[in-house]
């Protein structure tokens, strides 16, 4: 095996077992997944040249992807069912075209768009095996770029699921994910066609977090200003650990009036600040720390737990019976909730002692666009008058990685007339300080999980409207934490939208090369964090 996808890659790349825990066949049956996926794009994107296009193929190919990110499928016989379906998917994608053309391709087939007719699991984790990222004979700085695309593409297809969830979703995003897989079959095209895929791909993911955005809000209402209480309720309990809204919604629905709490961890915090959510009096609170913790905090989580999204790690054995997966998330022996049926998640917890009363401390979240826009001119008449004179978006995903503290000396030292804006999991390594207020402003703003760096977007280019100015003249600057492919997607729609100076870390990617790695720099002024007190000087000037 060879995966160096995201930030933990052991020695610029996971060879023998994953860092994250995935296993050598895992890690084949994805690479195949993934060539299979290209194979299909190779047809799916002539076929939609000739004006046909199929649902079937559009959304296999967003839970493919999504499935392949990081800490997502650790199930080998579940990935294999999908390299399977895509197999009959590529056959599908094929004849579509041939039919909309009236005759066989004329031009060259590429090896992936072929298919093959291996079908055990053996045979295919050999097969892919051969197919890894490693296996095509390409220019170094091409292979940096195309994976960069791929990577963006399998955040993207997270956010596109959510939506679709929700029944939301948007033709365009299934265009580009076929034109640009299919693009990395096509030995013809140069450095800087990737170059530009790589943009478009920022684009693509915009357009995305804004369906979600608007899948949620439309659902849920906008995200309010809410207090999250982080102590414990009488009651029997379930932990609700990842980024589907609608999953939780359906969860809150089936336990209402049964005497349990509904806790949420990580990525789930946000949700507290949905109307439509936080109006279920038993979304009691948030329980334990980032991703990264759940091994040692889930021990001590008295109820059922259940993971609707990455990033799911190997479970302890004295929590494994007590652990759910819903969806695409799978790990070898951990029951699988697939649809909307909870029934056995809330019988395990009904069995379960529960949480006796203990209330703790409360923290803020609910800072999505519209709340923050709604007091836009308080924070403009902040920013004239010299009360607030920076604006920090600390934000993106937290990880087990030394190096992390950055983030919280970085936050502990802004100084007092200055705003942090965060997101994501990264949150986690400064939420629970008191940060107090300017004028009434907090000065800790939680706007939301990764994908609401869409609201992000939105408060920056406000902002900029309001200032008469570019999002990179304003006194604001994105100091980036990044783990995996969801945060390459937004890194990437940053670069889309021509933001400079993002300071970046812990550490740099693995598949930037050094000549990659000189282009961002020299077009975007991107670099690696150095010491918080030096990054903070130097921002201040
Ligand atoms: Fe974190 Fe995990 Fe949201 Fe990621 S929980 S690391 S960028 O999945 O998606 O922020
Ligand atoms: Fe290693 Fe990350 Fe790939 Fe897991 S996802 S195998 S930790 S590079």
């Known amino acids: 095996m060879f995966c160096f996808q995201c930030e933990q ?49 559009d959304h296999f190919m967003i839970d493919g992807l999504f499935t392949t990110v990081t800490n997502v499928d650790f199930s080998a016989e579940e990935v294999a069912k999908l390299v399977r379906k ?26 992936a768009a072929k298919g093959f007719t291996a079908t055990s699991t053996a045979e295919l984790v050999a097969l ?55 693009a990395t079959l096509d030995l013809t095209l140069g450095l800087m066609d990737f170059v530009g895929l790589a943009m478009e791909c920022g684009r693509i993911n915009l357009v995305t977090m804004e369906l979600l955005d ?18 414990t309720k009488a009651g029997k309990a379930i932990l609700v650990s990842g980024h589907d809204l609608r999953m ?24 507290h600040g949905y109307p439509g959510l ?44 007590r652990l759910f997966t819903w969806g695409l998330v799978q790990w070898p022996d951990v029951k699988n909730i697939n649809g909307m049926d909870f029934a056995p998640v809330i019988e395990k917890a009904l069995a379960l002692p529960g949480f006796e009363e203990n209330l703790g401390q409360e923290i803020l979240t609910g800072f999505g666009h ?43 030292n802004v100084p007092k007339d200055c705003v942090i ?44 409207g309001a200032f008469n100015c570019g999002v990179n003249e304003l006194p604001l600057s994105f100091i980036l934490s990044w783990y995996e492919q969801k945060a390459v997607a937004i890194l990437l729609t940053l670069l889309h939208l021509g933001v400079k100076n993002i300071k970046l870390g812990p550490s740099l990617p693995a598949f930037i090369t050094p000549n990659v790695l000189n282009f961002l720099v020299e077009n975007f002024n991107i670099g690696p964090i150095g010491t918080a007190e030096g990054d903070l000087k130097q921002i201040l000037g």
């Open 9 to 57: 890659a052991a020695n610029g790349g996971c060879s023998k077992v994953g860092v994250c825990g995935k296993q050598p066949d895992v890690a084949a049956l994805q690479d195949l997944l993934v060539y299979t996926m290209k194979g299909i794009a190779f047809w799916a994107d002539k076929a939609r040249g000739k004006g046909v296009k199929n649902a079937e193929i």
């Open 86 to 111: 895509g197999a009959t998917l590529l056959e599908k994608a094929q004849t579509l075209f041939e039919q909309a053309n009236g005759g066989a391709y004329a031009g060259a087939v590429p090896e």
């Open 128 to 182: 892919g095996a051969a197919h890894g990222v490693k296996s095509d004979a390409i220019d170094a700085d091409v292979k940096s770029v195309q994976e960069i695309i791929v990577y963006g593409m399998k955040g993207y297809a997270a956010y596109a699921h959510h939506a679709l969830v929700i029944g939301r979703e948007n033709d365009e995003i299934y265009a580009f994910t076929h034109k640009a897989l299919a």
């Open 214 to 231: 608007k899948a949620n809000t439309d659902s849920f209402g906008h995200p309010v200003p809410t207090p999250v209480q982080l102590g």
């Open 248 to 271: 939780l919604e359906e969860l809150l629905k089936q336990t209402e009036g049964k005497g349990i709490n509904i806790y949420t961890h990580g990525e789930m915090l946000p949700a």
């Open 278 to 321: 936080k109006k279920y009096a038993h979304l009691a609170g948030n329980f334990g720390g980032a991703w990264q913790d759940q091994a040692k905090e889930f021990v001590n989580f008295p109820g059922a737990i259940i993971f609707n999204t990455n990033c799911i790690q190997r479970p302890a054995e004295s929590y494994k019976d």
């Open 370 to 412: 519209n709340a923050v826009l709604g007091v836009a001119d308080k924070v403009i008449a902040a920013v004239k008058a010299g009360d607030i004179r920076h604006f920090f978006l600390i934000g993106g995903c937290d990880g087990a990685k030394s190096g992390r503290n950055y983030y919280t000396e970085f936050a502990e």
């Open 421 to 464: 804006l965060t997101l994501a999991c990264g949150k986690y390594r400064f939420n629970k300080l008191d940060f107090g207020d300017i004028g009434g402003i907090p000065r800790l703003l939680d706007i939301g999980q990764c994908n609401d760096a869409y609201s992000a977007i939105q408060i920056a280019v406000a902002l900029a």
